[in-house]
């Protein structure tokens, strides 16, 4: 019964003791503060004249103001290219602070996508590759969010981090219907293993739309990352497929992609 005592204080206290996730990108080394990390994700464009050199990339930056209070933000970028043309985009960017608990392993993240998404053929290739965040290539108004980051220990070396909540947009539409509300549900659920060099990660992720009836606008995606895990850089692989098939009529479409993140200021 001592002994039984013992190990549930023990799974208590590690549970307290977790560090909470990092804001906003769950692609680059989970659970570290005071980062900078660049993800360059190119998606499959079925039925397209793309190049491998299409996709998007996203610049996201963290800064711990205390042991509670964390500050983000992210550029988005897109990239169309062909044979023949090519065209770029800049995304929503985003802005937004993480709370996170002294004695619990949680954050709340609260944040806002400012628009400034052109219209031009890169945003084809920026919404392919969007993922795992709030929507990023949309011609919205202003997009609050809110999204609870939980992470749960399995051990010394496996975690499971869980992410969801809401966010809200408007677009006006053409004709006499005047400006749509769309509310999304961005969730994610990550599986992680810690190595002694690498981290392994299995991730399901998604952004259904809950207000509207565009197929398009809701995404769910199955992912595998490796992350070479270094004291102050740290590189990383992904690739993955969408899983809309599954929900809806379409095929397959594949993503894959390199990441790198380093930490300052420690």
Do not use: C
């Amino acid at each position: 019964m001592r002994d039984l005592l013992v190990l549930l204080l023990s799974i208590a206290g590690a549970g307290v003791l977790a560090v909470p996730a990092q804001g906003q990108t769950i692609w680059s080394r989970p659970y570290q503060p005071n980062q900078v990390a660049l993800e360059a994700i190119v998606p499959d464009l079925p039925a397209d004249d793309a190049s491998v050199a299409s996709g998007a990339a996203f610049l996201t930056v963290t800064r711990s103001l205390n042991k509670n209070v964390e500050l983000a933000a992210e550029l988005p970028v897109a990239r169309y290219a062909t044979d023949a043309a090519s065209s770029t985009a800049v995304g929503n960017p985003y802005v937004g602070f993480g709370l996170s608990s002294s004695s619990l392993p949680v954050l709340l993240e609260l944040g806002v996508r400012i628009p400034a998404t052109p219209t031009n053929n890169a945003l084809r290739a920026g919404r392919r590759a969007d993922m795992g965040r709030t929507a990023a290539f949309r011609d919205e108004s202003v997009a609050p969010s809110v999204l609870l980051n939980g992470r749960l220990p399995f051990g010394r070396r496996a975690s499971l981090r869980l992410r969801s909540g809401v966010t809200y947009a408007s677009v006006e539409s053409a004709g006499e219907m005047g400006a749509q509300n769309r509310w999304r549900l961005p969730y994610s659920a990550q599986l992680w293993w810690d190595s002694e060099q690498f981290m392994t990660g299995v991730s399901l992720e998604g952004r259904p739309l809950l207000s509207g009836s565009e197929p398009d606008r809701t995404t769910h995606r199955a992912v595998v990352s490796v992350i070479f895990d270094e004291a102050r850089i740290q590189p990383g692989l992904l690739v993955g497929t969408g899983l809309d098939p599954l929900v809806q009529d379409g095929r397959f479409v594949a993503v894959a992609g390199l990441t790198i993140s380093a930490s300052y200021g420690q």
